[in-house]
C-alpha cells in the first residue's frame, strides 16, 4: 500500500527556533500533499494544500509567512514553523495523494512539536 | 465554508455491542471517506463512497451514504476491543486548483470494555 513517511516524529525546542518537518510518499509520487494541525482529542484542522511545482494554498486563518510550505518534488513537501511559539505547539500531520481525481489521503505518522 | 458534522463525540460500548456514528455535511458532497486513528497513531483510510445511495461492507463494517449526498453513516456489529479508537467521516468537494480537499468531521470515540 502506499507509504507516505514523515519525520522528524517528536520535536522540542526552545520560543523562537524555526522547525522544519518532512513529509514524503515512499512508493507513488503524491501529486498533492496536505498539512494538518491535530489538537489533543479534536479533529484534523487543514492548514494548507500544497500542489507540486506551485505555491500551497492555506486556509484562512493559517499564516503562510509563519507556516512555510515547500513542495519541492513529487515525493517531498515540507513545513516550517518559522519562529515558533508556545501557542504552535500541537500535532502536525501531512497526508499525500495520487492524481488529482477523489483518491483517498494517505497519512504520515504526525510530528508532536512542543515549544518551551 | 463547508462544514461536517459528525455525532456522537463518545461512545463506550460493552464487547458484542453494535456501534453507530453518523456524519452530515452542510453541503452536497462529491464523495465522502472514512478514517480510524487508533490512539496515538495517524489516520488509516477505510473506505470511500461515491454514489447516491452506496451501502458497502467491510467485514463488521457497513458503510451508508446518503441519497442526497450529504449524510453517511458507519455501523459496527459486535464490536471487539480492536475496534478501538477514533473514527472519522471526510467530505471530499473538489476545490478551483482541481485537488479535492477533505473537510473532517470532529470524529467519533469508541471505547470497547471487554
Known amino acids: 500500500g502506499a507509504v507516505v513517511s514523515q519525520h522528524p516524529s517528536w520535536v522540542i525546542c526552545k520560543s523562537g527556533t524555526s522547525v522544519k518537518i518532512e513529509c514524503r510518499s515512499l512508493?507513488?509520487?503524491?501529486?498533492?500533499m496536505f498539512w494538518y494541525r491535530q489538537f489533543p482529542k479534536q479533529s484534523l484542522m487543514l492548514m494548507a494544500t500544497s500542489n507540486e511545482g506551485s505555491k500551497a494554498t492555506y486556509e484562512q486563518g493559517v499564516e503562510k509567512d509563519k507556516f512555510l510550505i515547500n513542495h519541492a518534488s513529487l515525493t517531498l513537501s515540507t513545513l516550517t514553523v518559522t519562529s515558533a511559539h508556545p501557542e504552535d505547539s500541537s500535532f502536525y500531520i501531512c497526508?499525500?495523494?495520487?492524481?488529482?481525481?477523489?483518491?483517498?489521503?494517505?497519512f504520515g505518522d504526525g510530528t508532536r512539536l512542543s515549544i518551551l | 465554508g463547508q462544514q461536517v458534522m459528525q455525532i456522537p463525540q463518545y461512545q463506550h460500548v460493552q464487547e458484542g455491542e453494535d456501534f453507530t456514528t453518523y456524519c452530515n455535511s452542510s453541503?452536497?458532497?462529491?464523495?465522502i471517506q472514512w478514517y480510524k486513528q487508533r490512539p496515538g497513531g495517524h489516520p488509516v483510510f477505510l473506505i470511500q463512497?461515491?454514489?447516491?445511495?452506496e451501502v458497502k461492507k467491510q467485514k463488521r463494517l457497513t458503510f451508508q451514504f446518503g441519497e442526497a449526498k450529504k449524510n453517511s453513516s458507519l455501523h459496527i456489529t459486535a464490536t471487539q476491543t480492536t475496534d478501538v479508537g477514533t473514527y472519522f467521516c471526510a467530505g471530499s468537494n473538489p476545490t478551483g486548483a482541481g485537488s479535492y480537499q477533505l473537510t473532517f468531521g470532529k470524529g467519533t470515540k469508541l471505547s470497547v470494555i471487554p
Open positions: 453541503t452536497t458532497l462529491s464523495n
Open positions: 463512497l461515491v454514489k447516491s445511495g
Open positions: 497526508s499525500a495523494v495520487w492524481g488529482y481525481s477523489n483518491q483517498p489521503q494517505h
Open positions: 512508493d507513488f509520487q503524491a501529486t498533492t
